[in-house]
């Protein structure tokens, strides 16, 4: 590996070569850091990049460390990047909104604090969706993000930044969130792998909600192994998250096994997942049927009958859930300046909230609606109804047949920017296959697996029963290694 | 017409006003508990500069979460058992959505019986001066911040909010519209904070730590919500107001009006409340980020053999263990001080003797002691806390457990008579001396001895020969006698060995 491409390292690969002395920490972030600023221009992946030279001089300490044989955590310096709506002390955490311009977290989540216990250098803030609602990052109040494989092109969102900035080498690796596709969506368009845990394995705790009953964070990475990796260092049972699953079944050790092979598990690929896919898409999940046979697994189609109720039930339940979540940012204890001369109470809060961009307004809106005594029976209770009723479908599935569900992880090709951004309902429906593991709280990976013939990364999506994390980055991992070769993305 | 709550006002045309109808919401924080419902915070943030008691989850900080108090699930599980309630299998939590400054979040956590019995009790009932007073629910949830108002004029308001208060632990109890008047209301507010003060949730006498509203009307009328009510004691005054205010109304053929006053503490008035009424559209949701709290079978009766003994079960033991008559035991069994005072100073031979010593002039000396002690720090805690905190130091002043013991057993075992007791019970209570030192020098020791007794009933006799003649006929006049020997030995006198004494001599006689 020579100098100029140590940043093209996976995390498994930084590791090995910085605890051999093949290279140091400190060469891989200063690396990092001045490529940062090169692609930074291209990109807009990051929305804040922390002090150079306070970040220099932890990996100078993790240098250290490794000569005289200390300790350096699993991570031992490696550059990662979390998505904004991960609070970090003393760092900005906008979520990509003008609404917390000037929010500085008091705290750390506890995903960054066991980033940073295992020696993680966390170098950025990634751009993002406001308040992680949007599938492309042109939603953020920061300028969208851009798609590294083609700079016309959205890199998906919200976790936009934090995959782009994984496929342009700005990151090692990268935290983002996932309400109903932000992790593997990104992913998917990025070329990069995303990893959406089953539902309390890793602590919400310092991740600003948005929706809380289904959202997870989730690791962006460039190899399965790299997602277990960073995986195994955030999960687990965490005291300031009530909804965290028990130490015991959230076993860390996700690297473990993981190149087990898929022999002998049973694939079921979702009819109404494929269906309506591009036939570019469509034809990259048969060649990963067929890999997957070819290792040993059997696949078959399955259908789920309550998919296609899934995208509206996910929109009423996200929307209601936002419009209490994010009904805290009335600017009265944090937020940016504005005076209250002239106003009382409502009127305040009135004009405060009128900092939230168009879409986290339309989503309040229909939240306070879907929500509201007059309208839940109609539409947040049925929304409940359906999410209870697809959850017993995909549990049926896996208890009677089926270790994996596979489809792709989006129906349709990288679009460009400014596409689809005036037609909201449109874009929803790029969630159809995502949203049904939030929905369920089951795990869901995507895993690039090829690349259109206009150059478009493509995407495919597994998913598991619950607390089936280590079977589910098995089968991943499996795909990946059957997979034709990728190309590099382009400089 | 309530059985003790005015006048009497009868309609106009000679017919009684019809029955009112009460029902309660009392709101009682969890003082006793270490910590806030949802975060480390302190559940008693009394004496604390404004937002001191805060930290980033009780703020409602970006990205913080819940964290469910166990012992607030526990101590309020005792409350919901406490009252006859049903404990439900699991409990579950939702969020009640409005804007309003004290809020942080702009929704408060609290239960709801959306899915199932899910508060943590209902469907209670407890029997309040011979009537049972239904429990309609007990919930959990968080007290809201305090506003604060400077400024003179409306012109010139200020607002500001101390979140110090939000996020304690409240528990809200709902009760059924059943109380039949102020007395059975005024009983059952003293059995519940007497209750809530025994089961180590809450100190009542803290302000502001058990806040009601009230719902009153006229049996067939319009219902009226009093709120804004912030002692027990004005609670039951703003009933009574707001009863006779509906009988004036009902006896002059005037509707009451649907609404809600607000209680005026200082004109001791009900107004109608100002501000327009939120609309009630909350937007109940569960609340994810609390998993549902699974309350076995096991947890609940270890957590019932872990609850302390009610007032009505304390009662029942003194006057069927110790035969305190009934009306002494409802005095003692009602004051926490008194009666662990006689738990601890109580033997089988001694209790009934003890319990008058309490009643008859222990409390009375307490109560004089405090009245005079130095006004305590006004920093230090709040009127009502300092009040409680002076009455148990006079307490202790005026006598240890051990004396009160030696005092009672002398009597019990016939050593001392009740009147020498008295004495020698505000000697020690007056100089801090022992009960040995007291009774040995005020020679207290009771006179049984009939030789030494002889001589004072003869001498008796011949100085009331009157008294003496009718006594053979009229047992009131032998008591008479009786008395005159004690007042010769300064009651020094066994009575029973002197009324022995005295009739034998008469029959002689
Ligand atoms: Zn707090």
Redesign the interface.
């Known amino acids: 590996m020579n100098h100029s491409s140590i940043i093209r390292a996976s995390a498994l690969e930084y590791v090995r070569g910085v605890t051999s002395g093949e290279f140091t920490a400190e060469e891989f972030l200063s690396e990092t850091l001045s490529h940062i600023e090169e692609a930074e221009a291209r990109y807009n992946a990051y929305l804040h990049v922390e002090d150079g030279q306070k970040l220099l001089a932890r990996a100078r300490e993790i240098d250290r460390g490794i000569k005289s044989g200390q300790k350096v955590g699993l991570l031992a310096g490696m550059p990662v990047s979390i998505k904004d709506n991960i609070c970090m002390r003393g760092s900005r955490t906008t979520c990509g909104s003008r609404m917390l311009e000037g929010f500085v977290a008091p705290y750390d989540a506890t995903a960054v604090s066991r980033l940073h216990a295992e020696g993680g250098i966390i170098v950025a803030k990634a751009n993002m969706d406001e308040f992680a609602m949007g599938l492309t990052t042109e939603f953020s109040a920061y300028g969208p993000s851009r798609n590294p494989w083609n700079t016309g092109y959205v890199p998906g969102g919200s976790s936009g930044g934090s995959a782009a900035a994984t496929a342009a080498f700005e990151c090692v690796a990268s935290l983002g969130s996932d309400t109903g596709g932000s992790v593997r969506n990104p992913a998917s368009f990025c070329s990069v792998v995303g990893y959406k845990p089953t539902y309390g394995l890793v602590s919400r705790h310092g991740l600003v909600s948005y929706a809380n009953s289904i959202e997870q964070i989730g690791p962006i990475a460039r190899t399965v192994s790299d997602a277990a990796l960073v995986l195994g260092v955030i999960a687990g049972r965490d005291e300031h998250d009530d909804t965290t699953a028990d130490a015991a079944a959230a076993d860390c050790g996700y690297l473990e096994g993981i190149e087990g092979g898929i022999e002998g598990m049973r694939v079921g690929i979702v009819d109404e997942m494929t269906e309506g896919a591009d036939p570019e898409v469509a034809r990259a999940v048969e060649r990963a049927s067929k890999d997957l046979e070819a290792a040993g697994a059997s696949c078959e189609r399955i259908s789920l009958d309550m998919v296609g109720y899934s995208v509206p039930s996910y929109y009423t339940i996200t929307a209601a859930e936002a419009a209490s979540n994010l009904a805290r940012y009335d600017n009265l204890r944090y937020g940016y300046d504005l005076s209250v001369d002239g106003y009382e109470f409502n009127s305040y809060v009135a004009e405060a909230r009128g900092r939230f961009g168009p879409e986290v307004t339309r989503r309040m809106i229909l939240g306070g609606y879907v929500s509201s005594a007059g309208h839940a029976g109609r539409y947040y209770l049925k929304a409940l109804k359906v999410r209870a009723k697809l959850t017993r479908e995909v549990a049926d599935a896996f208890a009677s047949s089926y270790d994996i569900l596979m489809a792709p992880t989006v129906p349709i090709l990288p679009f460009r920017i400014g596409e689809k951004s005036d037609d909201p309902v449109s874009l929803f429906m790029v969630d159809l296959n995502t949203v049904t593991a939030n929905l369920t709280r089951r795990p869901a990976v995507s895993v690039p697996y090829a690349v259109s013939a206009g150059g478009l990364p493509i995407g495919v999506q597994m998913m598991a029963d619950s607390m089936q994390d280590k079977t589910l980055l098995r089968a991943a991992r499996a795909l990946e290694k059957r997979r034709a070769p990728l190309p590099e993305v382009p400089d | 017409m309530s059985r003790d709550g005015g006048s009497g006002s009868g309609g106009a045309d000679g017919t009684a006003a019809p029955r009112p109808v009460i029902g309660l919401e009392i709101h009682c924080q969890m003082t006793s508990l270490k910590s806030k419902l949802f975060c480390p915070c302190r559940a008693d943030y009394r004496g604390m500069g404004p937002n001191e008691n805060v930290c980033?989850v009780c703020?409602?900080?970006?990205?913080?979460?819940?964290?469910?108090n166990a012992e607030a699930v526990r101590k309020g599980t005792m409350i919901a058992m406490a009252l006859g309630c049903a404990i439900p299998e699991r409990i579950s939590f939702f969020?009640k959505?409005y804007?309003?400054?004290d809020l942080?979040?702009?929704?408060q956590i609290t239960q709801l019986d959306m899915y199932g019995d899910t508060c943590i009790g209902g469907r209670g009932s407890i029997l309040v001066d011979g009537g049972a007073v239904g429990i309609r629910r007990v919930q959990l949830e968080e007290d809201p911040g305090r506003m604060i108002y400077e400024g003179a004029s409306a012109r010139n308001r200020i607002?500001l909010?101390d979140y110090n208060r939000a996020g304690t632990p409240l528990v809200e109890i709902v009760t059924e519209p059943d109380f039949e008047g102020p007395r059975q209301l005024r009983l059952f507010l003293q059995m519940l904070s007497d209750m809530v003060e025994n089961l180590g949730v809450c100190n009542p006498a803290l302000e502001g730590a058990m806040r009601a509203d009230a719902n009153v009307s006229l049996e067939g009328g319009n219902r009226v919500e009093i709120k804004n009510i912030s002692s027990f004691h004005d609670l039951e005054k703003a009933v009574v107001f707001e009863i006779a205010r509906q009988e004036a109304q009902h006896s002059r053929d005037l509707e009451v009006v649907q609404e809600t006053r607000h209680w005026d503490a200082a004109r001791k008035i009900t107004i109608p409340s100002r501000l327009k009424e939120e609309e009630?559209?909350?937007?109940y949701?569960?609340e994810?980020?609390?998993?549902w709290v699974r309350i076995d079978a096991e947890t609940v009766e270890s957590l019932r053999s872990r609850m302390p003994e009610s007032v009505s079960e304390k009662r029942e033991r003194f006057v069927s263990l110790y035969m305190i008559p009934p009306q002494v035991a409802d005095v003692l069994s009602s004051d926490k001080l008194y009666s662990d005072l006689f738990d601890a100073a109580r033997t089988d031979r001694n209790a009934r003797e003890l319990a008058n010593i309490i009643t008859t002039d222990l409390m009375g000396l307490v109560m004089a002691a405090a009245a005079t002690a130095p006004a305590a720090d006004r920093d230090a805690a709040d009127g009502g806390d300092a009040q409680k905190k002076k009455r148990d130091d006079a307490a202790s002043d005026v006598i240890s457990v051990d004396g009160l013991r030696e005092l009672a057993d002398a009597v019990a075992s016939g050593n001392m008579a009740r009147n020498s007791a008295k004495q020698a019970l505000h000697e020690m209570a007056k100089t801090g001396k022992s009960f040995a030192e007291v009774s040995s020098e005020m020679d207290l020791g009771l006179v049984s001895d009939e030789s030494e007794l002889l001589g004072v009933v003869q001498s008796v006799i011949s100085e009331e020969p009157q008294a003496a003649k009718q006594a053979s006929s009229n047992p009131n006049t032998v008591n008479y006698l009786v008395g005159k020997v004690m007042q010769k030995t300064r009651g020094k006198a066994d009575p029973q060995v002197t009324l022995d004494l005295l009739k034998r001599c008469l029959s002689e006689g």
């Open positions: 980033p703020m409602g900080m970006p990205g913080t979460l819940p964290r469910l969020r959505n804007f309003y400054p942080p979040k702009n929704f607002s909010v009630k559209g909350y937007r949701l569960l994810a980020d609390i998993p």
